[in-house]
């Protein structure tokens, strides 16, 4: 059975990424300035963030239509896909896979649509994992089964360096956003089931990494076997000590890493940045190899 993968542009995978791998990006919008852009598509990331400081008016953004994904969908099963499985940003952040799932009962082939429960590269090492072992000749339901599980152990740490773009959107209260600019207090989030919750508040840039690195420490035990994935705005660099911390506790597999998108960017503010670990048991790090 072939089956293709399927994800939207909130994954943050390059577009050579996608291509390398033969897998479909349908891409969210971003509206601003009286105009509607496809992220990732109309607009590059790393220009994006560039320009994001100097925007009087804070950028709003929109799920793809349900034609979008139908659209996609009918051209795999063209191209000789005999299933497809789309994989995608959480319900409780966008109704992104809603519009998939409508587009699902649309065409005439099994589509299975995943509710990815995470965002940006915690998607995208879902998307990974299916992509490699669609590869491979797993089955539809076979990839459906296992991503459904993994994405559960996801354990996806985010950090906005200014609370600005939190306040803009309605994530926290102007009051709020004040005190912590003030405090110099930055909120280190955890992504779970869907939805943002605070995990750790340090004071200072620079206690970010060593308290992503703990956080996941607490909950990880050594040695876990695993992928990675770093998501940030445009300076890997900057982030090397914490890949190397990551590298030195856990057995990782693999990395992923990539820009911040428009869309997310649009949330989080410029300078923001993420750690997404993805534990596997033995019989998955078995499948991976």
């Given at each position: 059975?072939?089956?293709?993968?399927?994800?939207?542009?909130?994954?943050?995978?390059?577009?050579?990424?996608?291509?390398?791998?033969?897998?479909?990006?349908?891409?969210?919008?971003?509206?601003?300035?009286?105009?509607?852009?496809?992220?990732?598509?109309?607009?590059?990331?790393?220009?994006?963030?560039?320009?994001?400081?100097?925007?009087?008016?804070?950028?709003?953004?929109?799920?793809?239509?349900?034609?979008?994904?139908?659209?996609?969908?009918?051209?795999?099963?063209?191209?000789?896909?005999?299933?497809?499985?789309?994989?995608?940003?959480?319900?409780?952040?966008?109704?992104?896979?809603?519009?998939?799932?409508?587009?699902?009962?649309?065409?005439?082939?099994?589509?299975?649509?995943?509710?990815?429960?995470?965002?940006?590269?915690?998607t995208g090492?879902?998307?990974?994992w299916a992509?490699?072992?669609?590869?491979?000749?797993?089955?539809?339901?076979?990839?459906?089964?296992?991503?459904?599980?993994?994405?559960?152990?996801?354990?996806v740490l985010?950090?906005?360096?200014?609370?600005?773009?939190?306040?803009?959107?309605?994530?926290?209260?102007?009051?709020?956003?004040?005190?912590?600019?003030?405090?110099?207090?930055?909120?280190?989030?955890?992504?779970?089931?869907?939805?943002?919750?605070?995990?750790?508040?340090?004071?200072?840039?620079?206690?970010?990494?060593?308290?992503?690195?703990?956080?996941?420490?607490?909950?990880?035990?050594?040695?876990?076997?695993?992928?990675?994935?770093?998501?940030?705005?445009?300076?890997?660099?900057?982030?090397?000590?914490?890949?190397?911390?990551?590298?030195?506790?856990?057995?990782?597999?693999?990395?992923?890493?990539?820009?911040?998108?428009?869309?997310?960017?649009?949330?989080?503010?410029?300078?923001?940045?993420?750690?997404?670990?993805?534990?596997?048991?033995?019989?998955?790090?078995?499948?991976?190899?």
């Amino acid at each position: 059975m072939t089956v293709a993968i399927v994800t939207d542009s909130t994954a943050d995978l390059t577009r050579a990424w996608l291509e390398a791998a033969h897998v479909s990006m349908v891409p969210l919008l971003v509206e601003y300035a009286d105009e509607s852009y496809r992220d990732r598509i109309d607009l590059d990331p790393e220009e994006f963030l560039k320009q994001l400081p100097d925007m009087k008016v804070t950028p709003h953004t929109a799920a793809p239509s349900p034609g979008a994904f139908r659209e996609v969908y009918e051209a795999c099963f063209k191209n000789g896909a005999d299933g497809v499985l789309s994989i995608h940003l959480g319900g409780g952040l966008s109704s992104t896979v809603r519009s998939a799932e409508v587009a699902a009962r649309m065409v005439n082939g099994p589509v299975h649509v995943v509710d990815g429960e995470s965002a940006s590269l915690g998607t995208g090492l879902l998307v990974w994992w299916a992509q490699r072992r669609a590869e491979r000749g797993a089955s539809l339901e076979e990839l459906a089964q296992e991503v459904e599980a993994l994405k559960q152990r996801l354990c996806v740490l985010a950090a906005p360096v200014t609370l600005e773009y939190l306040a803009r959107g309605g994530r926290i209260g102007q009051a709020a956003r004040l005190v912590g600019t003030l405090l110099d207090m930055k909120p280190i989030l955890l992504l779970e089931k869907g939805s943002f919750r605070p995990a750790r508040k340090v004071r200072g840039e620079r206690q970010i990494a060593p308290a992503m690195l703990s956080f996941a420490a607490d909950r990880i035990p050594e040695g876990t076997p695993m992928l990675a994935a770093l998501g940030h705005s445009g300076n890997r660099a900057a982030h090397q000590a914490l890949i190397d911390a990551v590298n030195a506790r856990f057995e990782v597999l693999g990395w992923l890493d990539g820009v911040i998108g428009p869309v997310i960017s649009s949330h989080v503010g410029p300078g923001a940045y993420g750690i997404i670990l993805l534990p596997l048991n033995e019989a998955e790090k078995a499948l991976w190899d």
